[in-house]
């Protein structure tokens, strides 16, 4: 594929920057990890919470609230935008209007119910009934499993209800919340659960010990700016830049094997892997870690022992949730990355053929790909067509149909309802384009590159734009992952274009 010599360097400079950016922070036990942008979900649950925390949580509540003032509410979705318009009246003035209704659409996840109403009752919102979350927490907990951050909250929902509606509070409850605490004190790691626990716990006792570690974990955790944030994700975000930067010599020689180090020691017990260390270990992570780990040799027990939970845990018919919660729904990009996996690692034994036809099915069912935990087309397209095959039918058309979306100015969007490009986005398709085997217009190529070119920082990566969700339907933006997506774009232009 011929390409410009004035573009090829362009390519290759840009991409010696990004692996540059990669080995200076690159943390000295072989990960990546960086705090994901502020939103106003995570901060203002937390100070709703810490307002009746005492004077130690006015304090940095107060400091929350001057950062809370000059925010504004994600706009990708009507149902995000309610959610964050609502907590952030809450919790600059403790007046907002009623809780915002769930959509009828059911794309929302049934969890953001138990969550809002806890808030509501918290804060005492207009038609805030404690009984009726009683209710809401008695029809969730009839579920045979749940994820670990859905059983604090449950719990925690279960004392805030009883509390509030003058009931006694069960020591059940109570000992099922603190079972969930960890070790540092917090819930999951995440600030708004471990809010609501705090708030739980001191009903019980302003001064239970638990309480208190809750409190002191929300204090610790509050960044320079007043803001609290959703977590980051140290084993994901390295399985990605694994996955994106492998086969630049430069990465190879000098932070690819302190990486795989890492990830096979973070291998969590059940042999699967989680996206952060300390929490459950989650199907699409252990995909994507087995990928990292493919052909290079590693450690055969470390894959055994991954290919075994994913055996475990994959459905009846034949394809993979992301978590090992009953009320999850099969994923695309999960199952993709463990046909991938199973691909990448044949001698394992994942069964993968009913998966397959699934995520073909996927495609001509709705016209196209879609994924839960991106936002962006090109990232299904990406994960998918790769899984699935580059030659199939289906996998040429998604590309295709990838190409006619560019910009004007070379890049993709994460949405097609998005006014400007981004990074993340173009470098996906950028990486599709390559590695498809198709004959696309050069035209696209150079344009994808010379964005990426443009809009790369002078110490080497990139600025970007929320991508991925969590909890859905609220989005966070990872500087790591904006980079490692990135990156990937411009390295499979190199290394198809200069093929001898």
């Not at 605490?181 to 638990?210: H, K, N």
């Not at 994106?244 to 190879?252: E, I, N, T, Y």
């Not at 006014?419 to 470098?427: L, M, R």
């Not at 990139?462 to 859905?472: E, S």
Request: charged share 20%; with cysteine.
């Amino acid at each position: 594929m011929p390409t410009e010599p004035s573009t090829a360097v362009d390519a290759n400079q840009a991409l010696d920057l990004a692996v540059g950016f990669a080995g200076r922070t690159q943390d000295p036990e072989g990960f990546w990890e960086q705090s994901p942008d502020p939103r106003i979900f995570d901060t203002a649950i937390t100070v709703i919470c810490l307002t009746a925390g005492g004077v130690r949580g006015r304090e940095a509540a107060g400091r929350a609230r001057q950062w809370l003032a000059g925010a504004s509410p994600q706009r990708h979705d009507s149902f995000a935008t309610a959610v964050e318009t609502w907590l952030r009246q809450l919790a600059l003035s403790q007046i907002g209007g009623s809780v915002p209704a769930l959509p009828g659409n059911h794309q929302t996840p049934p969890g953001r119910a138990l969550l809002l109403e806890t808030l509501a009752v918290c804060a005492g919102s207009p038609g805030a009934d404690p009984h009726r979350l009683r209710q809401i927490v008695a029809d969730a907990g009839r579920r045979d499993t749940m994820k670990q951050w859905q059983r604090a909250l449950l719990a925690a929902a279960e004392i805030i209800s009883g509390a509030r509606s003058g009931s006694t509070t069960t020591i059940d409850a109570v000992e099922a919340l603190e079972r969930e605490q960890g070790e540092d004190g917090g819930y999951c790691l995440m600030p708004a659960v471990t809010s609501l626990a705090y708030i739980a716990l001191a009903s019980v006792a302003a001064d239970r010990p638990s309480a208190l570690r809750c409190l002191d974990y929300l204090l610790r955790s509050q960044h320079a700016d007043g803001t609290w944030r959703y977590l980051s994700f140290d084993i994901w975000d390295t399985t990605l830049m694994v996955r994106s930067l492998r086969g630049v010599p430069a990465f190879d020689g000098h932070m690819l094997d302190a990486a795989l180090g890492f990830v096979e020691r973070a291998q969590s017990a059940d042999g699967g892997w989680a996206c952060k260390r300390g929490i459950e270990s989650d199907n699409d992570t252990t995909g994507s870690a087995l990928l990292a780990l493919a052909g290079l040799g590693r450690d055969r027990d470390v894959l055994s022992a991954g290919a075994r939970y994913l055996r475990r845990v994959q459905r009846e018919d034949g394809l993979w949730t992301t978590w090992q919660s009953s009320d999850d729904t099969p994923s695309s990009d999960v199952t993709a990355h463990v046909v991938a996996a199973a691909a990448a690692h044949p001698t394992l034994g994942i069964e993968t053929e009913r998966a397959t036809t699934w995520l073909i099915s996927r495609y001509q069912v709705a016209g196209g790909w879609g994924a839960q935990w991106y936002r962006s087309s090109t990232y299904a397209v990406a994960e998918i067509a790769s899984a699935v095959g580059w030659t199939r039918d289906v996998s040429s058309d998604a590309v295709l149909a990838l190409v006619g979306q560019q910009r004007a100015d070379g890049g993709w969007p994460i949405s097609d309802t998005d006014t400007c490009s981004d990074p993340a986005a173009t470098g996906l398709a950028l990486s599709t384009c390559a590695r498809s085997g198709l004959a696309i217009s050069p035209g696209v190529l150079l344009d994808a590159v010379d964005y990426l070119v443009r809009t790369q920082t002078s110490d080497g990566t990139w600025h970007g734009l929320p991508i991925m969700a969590g909890p859905r339907p609220f989005l966070s933006h990872l500087p790591r992952q904006t980079h490692a997506f990135a990156s990937a774009g411009l390295r499979d232009f190199v290394s198809t274009t200069q093929k001898p």
